[in-house]
């Protein structure tokens, strides 16, 4: 079955400092999302994009956070200045019609 | 989206079958069930989704009551791998208009499999 990939599967970074979260979803979807997991916490959306702009963003995606599909395969997560309560796990998904979503295996964030 | 409730945790032996419940008793016309899992923090896993026929696949069987306000995910066989948090939500159709598709996730049941 293909897969969606994320780079790295744990990233540590200074409080402050830009982290940039990689995705390689597959190859043929149109859809794609962000969401992330704080530890023993449930699973929350942060932003969908589609036809090369964000579809909707949730009120956890503030200033500090924006995404970019560079080029025809990566879709990426940038955090400007990062804050310890940014340390969670990052998943990306994408989807080719919207009806069901594929979802990486997740960056750990931890901001220290 | 409607909300959906689920016990937070069951128990199954393994060969059994599981049963999770799930109540969504706001759902509307236009809004299907959806059933996700996660393995320790892995990523999230579609397993299926259904509007108002039951339905099967080669992971599960989702049976939806008549009226739309419950479902229940069946897992015919269980086994050690399937211990895991699994997750009822409702969502919009595709197709009914402003839909960005995103999933609300709730706390979900943590499905234990015992040997």
């Known amino acids: 079955e293909p897969e969606v990939t994320q780079t790295p599967s744990h990233q540590v970074t200074q409080m402050g400092q830009e982290v940039i979260l990689r995705c390689v979803p597959i190859s043929n979807h149109l859809y794609f999302y962000w969401y992330r997991q704080i530890l023993g916490q449930k699973v929350e959306f942060l932003v969908s994009f589609y036809n090369n702009e964000i579809s909707e963003k949730s009120e956890i995606f503030d200033d500090q956070f924006s995404v970019e599909r560079p080029d025809g395969s990566n879709f990426t997560l940038k955090i400007r200045s990062t804050k310890l309560e940014d340390s969670a796990m990052y998943f990306c998904a994408s989807s080719e019609t919207g009806i069901r979503a594929f979802f990486g295996q997740g960056t750990r964030l931890t901001v220290v | ?115």
């Not at chain 2, 269980?78 to 402003?98: M, Q």
């Open chain 2, 1 to 115: 989206d409607a909300k959906t409730t689920q016990p937070p945790s069951m128990d199954c032996a393994e060969g059994r079958a599981a049963n999770l419940p799930c109540n969504h008793s706001t759902i509307s016309g236009n809004e299907y069930v959806y059933w996700y899992r996660q393995i320790h923090s892995q990523g999230p896993q579609y397993i299926i989704h259904g509007l108002k026929n039951n339905e099967t696949n080669e992971m599960a069987s989702l049976i939806i009551t008549e009226d739309r306000k419950s479902s229940t995910l069946i897992l015919p066989h269980a086994t050690l791998r399937d211990t895991a948090v699994y997750y009822c939500i409702v969502r919009a159709r595709w197709d009914s208009g402003g839909s960005n598709y995103k999933l609300t996730f709730g706390k979900g049941t943590l499905l234990t499999v015992n040997p």
